[in-house]
């Protein structure tokens, strides 16, 4: 598989140096800086793709061009966004860039509860604990039939846990789920966050599918015409949270997305963690049921429990049966005679990561460590008979 890393442009604390360091050849980027539903222009596209071409590298994947919030509920001027949209992947492909990872996630992109959660190792890690969102939700946000929205057992340990907190961990807690990730575009203070949700009050599931459903229908005749693929992400974490619905969470999740919206350019973003969460997603069945589908590869492992709580293990480690996965993926491409461009997604704070600034989820020595993992991992299934 082509190895790429992400990089969020200028300002990531990892360069472009680093990342051909670590031994990738492909980048993984977007341009964060021009704000959702604006059309990306031929210019600073190739802007960007003049800086990653300098440093011997090439630009592989956009990750992601985000899909606006009245695009996903179909509100205010949607059409227009729609068609900036459909001229961002045109701009996009005219320079040959025709990988373009995107989700439809309302309001948050991915989510944890914790970015620096300590390993016994000293490692630290990304972390999601139900009980922690469910204090945030009851006891923070107190958000309309939150209560209603968890067992009771886990009310009763976010009551514990809550309890607990100072006001600087409130206040960490909050700003962990309202302020930016990487990949998402805004952050919120309380009140708007509690306006965003008061926003899809009337889209549950169904309404949410239709909408993706109808979007698909405009975009890809558009990603047909440029040889453009789309490669939709998983829910992150894959089930509903906050009172909002999730929509690609589950293996008929995608094989609805799939069949409703029938193309070749029509595809999915491959991450293994985010499906990974779910013990009824049968990653190995995944590519053998949709591989012709699979447009863009994340590798990264989770180590969940029965509660739907789960932490970034190390990429050979956690629940994710990364030789069965990565042997199926290499025989899927050579299959289709076409190499997958594949990243580490996501990776511990080790070494002098620990003392350094960098996005949550994406140090260096971290992803460095997964990307060398994956490659020998890679190296040996293929060279096992020779």
């Known amino acids: 598989m082509e190895q790429t890393m992400r990089w969020y442009g200028p300002k990531d604390p990892v360069t472009l140096s680093d990342i051909r360091q670590a031994g990738a050849t492909g980048i993984v980027t977007a341009l964060h800086e021009i704000p959702n539903g604006e059309i990306w222009s031929v210019e600073e596209i190739q802007k960007r793709k003049g800086l990653i071409e300098d440093a011997g590298l090439r630009w592989s994947v956009v990750e992601s061009v985000p899909v606006h919030e009245f695009i996903k509920r179909r509100s205010g001027n949607f059409q227009e966004l729609i068609e900036n949209y459909k001229k961002t992947i045109i701009n996009l492909a005219s320079e040959d860039i025709n990988i373009i990872c995107y989700n439809f996630m309302p309001i948050l992109d991915w989510i944890r509860t914790e970015l620096d959660h300590e390993l016994p190792n000293g490692a630290r890690t990304l972390n999601f604990e139900m009980k922690a969102l469910a204090a945030f939700d009851c006891f923070i946000l107190r958000r309309k039939g939150a209560m209603e929205s968890y067992p009771p057992g886990i009310i009763k340990k976010a009551e514990s846990y809550y309890a607990n907190l100072d006001t600087k961990g409130i206040e960490k807690l909050k700003r962990t789920i309202l302020d930016n990730l990487p990949g998402a575009e805004v952050g919120y203070t309380l009140d708007e966050f509690q306006q965003a949700l008061d ?28 040889n453009a693929f789309m490669a939709i992400h998983p829910d992150d974490p894959p089930y509903p949270i906050l009172g909002l619905p999730r929509i690609m969470s589950t293996t008929a999740d995608i094989g609805r997305i799939l069949s409703e919206n029938n193309s ?26 949709y591989g012709d589908h699979i447009h863009f590869v994340h590798l990264r492992s989770t180590k969940r429990d029965e509660e739907g709580n789960f932490y970034e293990a190390c990429h050979l480690e956690g629940d994710v049966p990364m030789y069965k996965v990565v042997k199926e993926l290499l025989q899927l491409q050579e299959k289709r005679k076409k190499q997958l461009p594949m990243r580490p997604d996501h990776g511990q704070q080790i070494l002098n990561d620990l003392s350094s600034k960098t996005n949550p989820g994406y140090p260096g020595i971290g992803r460095l460590k997964g990307l060398a993992e994956l490659r020998g991992l890679m190296h040996g299934i293929l060279n096992q008979n020779n």
Do not use: M, W
């Open 199 to 226: 926003n899809y009050q009337n889209i549950d599931r169904a309404i949410l599918e239709r909408n993706l459903h109808l979007f698909l229908n405009e975009v890809l005749p558009v990603a047909e015409e440029n």
């Open 264 to 289: 070749p350019n029509n595809g999915i973003t491959f991450c293994t963690g985010s499906l990974g969460v779910r013990k009824d997603n049968d990653l190995v069945q995944i590519v053998k049921d």
